[in-house]
């Protein structure tokens, strides 16, 4: 018997919201994404499976060009993750560029 996983990804949101007279109001975090996965799997898998809307944006100036969109993408130039679970970092080390963010 193998034990499968739900994982939540939450939309990013700043650490700090303000209403008036510098009243804190309370920020509810919102699930973007629900992912399954199996015990098993690596996290490179599990990386995978995540959806970033930066991630296929093109990233650059086109006002010269607006119809070329051979460039690179943003998962293509910024492909650096990690994972923090249990005071561990899980740093996505897949590609040569890939930061540790760990440090």
Request: charged share 25%.
């Amino acid at each position: 018997m193998e034990a499968m996983l739900v994982v939540q990804i939450f939309r990013p949101h700043h650490s700090s919201h303000y209403e008036g007279e510098g009243k804190k109001v309370q920020v509810i975090p919102v699930p973007d994404q629900e992912l399954l996965c199996y015990g098993s799997q690596p996290l490179t898998a599990l990386r995978d499976m995540i959806i970033c809307k930066m991630d296929i944006n093109i990233p650059g100036d086109f006002s010269d060009d607006p119809k070329n969109l051979d460039r690179p993408t943003g998962a293509d130039m910024y492909s650096s993750s990690f994972f923090f679970i249990d005071n561990c970092f899980y740093n996505d080390m897949r590609k040569p560029i890939n930061l540790d963010y760990s440090e």
